[in-house]
């Protein structure tokens, strides 16, 4: 039966997450969105995540489907091929979600209706405004890393939102399609900052709702050296029009 509601989808990137897939789409369907769909796209995972989103989308009380690809080559390409796919098939608001259970899907309904009853382009389910929180496992050192990064993004873009780096995210569909998400090129956190740059730089409005964001709860951390330096870079080259680089 169609629902008059407009379709959620929320996109889940996934490497390496078997144990915590299954929870994440638990959680998920308890959270009472009508009309929610969850994408799943698995990097070709070694540990079988993949056949894991494959049992789910036969077995799931909601809808689930697995984009699967064959190569790893970072966050922000498997975010654009899932962004992609869902605005292919027909998505009025879109979710960027992890799958380690960092991110509170309790939080998605309020993401969901702020779009809906603001002009907000996007909501982001931020850990820095009042009410939201960092894990209390980080350490000192990394909590420090992330407010400098946060710092460090705004005093270059202007972007005036105080979580720039986020990855808990719920766009309008037109949005997506006015700041051309096919065409971004940056992967980990530059590829968040990038989004939000173009929001900004089409005129449009960022809203954000507190989090509390929680350490991943199972697996391991993917973040690389490799991807630090890009997301170092990655202000300058949107300030100056890539001409960086």
């Known amino acids: ?35 929610l769909h969850v994408l799943i796209v698995d990097d070709n995972s070694p540990d079988g995540t993949g056949d894991v989103a494959d049992e789910l989308a036969a077995s799931a009380p909601i ?66 405004v009042p009410g939201g ?35 808990f995210k719920a766009w309008h569909a037109a949005t997506l399609r006015k700041i051309d998400v096919a065409s971004i090129r940056s992967n980990g956190y530059a590829f968040q900052v990038e989004m939000n740059h173009r929001t900004v730089k089409n005129g449009m409005r960022i809203v954000e709702v507190p989090i509390k964001f929680e350490e991943r709860a199972e697996g391991a951390s993917k973040m690389s050296l490799a991807v630090q330096l890009e997301s170092a870079l990655m202000p300058w080259k949107l300030l100056f029009g890539r001409r960086l680089g």
């Open 133 to 167: 929180a960092v894990a209390g496992e980080w350490g000192w050192h990394r909590k420090a890393l992330s407010a400098w990064a946060n710092f460090y993004v705004n005093a270059i873009l202007r972007l005036r939102v105080k979580d720039a780096t986020a990855g």
């Open 63 to 128: 809808p689930v489907d697995v984009l699967h690809r064959t190569e790893k080559d970072g966050l922000g390409r498997a975010y654009v091929a899932g962004i992609l796919r869902a605005l292919d098939r027909g998505a009025d608001v879109v979710v960027q979600m992890d799958a380690d259970l960092s991110h509170p899907a309790s939080v998605i309904p309020r993401m969901v209706e702020t779009l809906a009853t603001t002009d907000a382009a996007v909501v982001i389910g931020s850990r820095y």
């Open 1 to 35: 039966m169609e629902s008059n509601s407009p379709k959620v989808t929320v996109v889940v990137p996934t490497y390496n997450e078997r144990e915590n897939l299954p929870k994440l789409v638990d959680l998920l369907a308890g959270i009472g969105v009508e009309n």
